[in-house]
């Protein structure tokens, strides 16, 4: 529901009923993992998506029904061999849907909206639900922020409250979406009777640019499309300038290796280098390596990374920190355009993200989509909101 936070979020304040159906587990080869999610008003529109279309139809119809009874239900959808126009997911996979009308007089709609609206801005944010347990419990809500301050309790006393509350914290601290399991008395022991299914929202990641180049403006546009919060930074005021990189969030007139010292940055950030020219880029690397970042990336032929390499080794860089290095940057797609180029960065980013090889599917045994773990934020398992207009993964 979060990733849908910006429209939604403009739904709320507009005083639209709706209803939001989520994906809250899923097995097998599913189209979308948890937390994806299609959210319908109550004069029919529709945005987002629970499977890439295989059930979308039917989900559209669950929603129209939660808004009209203003009941909460939830509906597995799988693979149907029987009818090749039945209700199912072609692809093999299972998912398990909940539907939660946000209407006038739905208990936890203050609960919801505060969400949606703190996501929208770009805030942390983490929101809890029962998605399976008592009738009187499902689709309930929670709010959790940073600081440890909720809204909401759930559906179930203070105890319950509390208990959902402090691990909702926990996966919001980790920026994790993720279901556990508790008891209506908060306990977590073996055999709890409930499901809590929580979505973590996290201020978009950054993705800082360094060397103001051709190249870097096409990878500004590619990195604000995955939801980057886009930073270009070079020592040349002349290049360095606002109207060279519209896309960019901000655009920094300093030396690299001084900004990304005094720069935040955290586990989901991404540093590409494309200046290829030693004076700029050796400093750079040198404390970009030693930075706990997403990853770190540099342009230039073979023969400038063969040198870059050699500098950096007598510049003192371990074994383990030259291994961190993405150099050449980018996938072998056989790029020529500035634009071929940032696709070419972008998918090794992803895949190195998620844990992909960045080899052709075709012909493949393995699982095309990789389990997600722990430090993969959004979603994505857990997903991250972006600006206003946009979303991004991911966490």
Not at 376 to 394: E, V
């Amino acid at each position: 529901m979060l990733d849908l936070a910006a429209e939604l979020d403009r739904w709320a304040a507009e005083g639209r009923e709706f209803a939001v159906a989520s994906v809250v587990e899923v097995g097998g080869s599913a189209p979308r993992g948890p937390g994806a999610a299609l959210a319908v008003d109550g004069a029919g529109a529709a945005v987002g998506s629970v499977s890439g279309g295989c059930v979308e139809g039917a989900v559209y119809e669950l929603c129209v029904q939660a808004l009209q009874d203003g009941t909460p239900v939830r509906r597995r959808f799988g693979y149907s061999d029987e009818d090749a126009f039945a209700v199912g997911l072609t692809c093999g996979g299972v998912v398990d849907v909940l539907v939660v009308p946000v209407r006038a007089d739905s208990p936890d709609r203050p609960v919801i909206v505060h969400a949606l609206a703190a996501a929208a801005r770009g805030e942390a944010v983490a929101l809890a639900r029962v998605v399976r347990g008592p009738d009187a419990l499902l689709g309930r809500a929670l709010l959790v922020r940073p600081d440890g301050a909720r809204e909401g309790t759930a559906g179930g006393h203070e105890e319950f409250g509390r208990a959902v509350a402090a691990e909702a914290g926990e996966l919001l601290a980790a920026g994790r979406t993720a279901a556990f399991e508790v008891a209506e008395s908060g306990s977590r022991c073996d055999g709890a009777e409930l499901t809590v299914f929580v979505e973590s929202s996290l201020p978009p990641p950054r993705m800082i640019v360094f060397g103001a180049v051709d190249f870097a403006a096409a990878l500004v546009r590619t990195g604000a499309f995955l939801g980057y919060r886009v930073t270009v930074c070079d020592a040349r005021p002349v290049f360095a300038t606002p109207d060279r990189f519209p896309g960019a969030d901000e655009v920094v007139v300093d030396w690299p290796h001084r900004y990304l010292r005094g720069t935040y940055t955290d586990e989901r950030t991404v540093l590409c280098v494309l200046t290829h020219d030693a004076k700029f880029d050796v400093p750079l690397l040198e404390v970009a390596l030693r930075l706990p970042v997403a990853f770190v990336g540099a342009m230039g032929s073979r023969r400038t990374h063969e040198d870059r390499d050699r500098r950096l080794r007598a510049s003192g860089l371990t074994e383990r920190e030259l291994a961190r290095l993405h150099s050449p940057i980018g996938l072998d797609l056989g790029a020529r355009t500035p634009e071929e180029t940032a696709l070419s960065i972008a998918a090794e980013i992803v895949a190195a993200r998620h844990g992909g090889t960045g080899a052709p599917l075709t012909g493949r045994v393995t699982p095309i989509h990789h389990q997600p773990d722990e430090r993969d934020s959004n979603a994505h398992l857990s997903r991250t909101t972006g600006r206003n207009s946009r979303q991004s993964f991911a966490s």
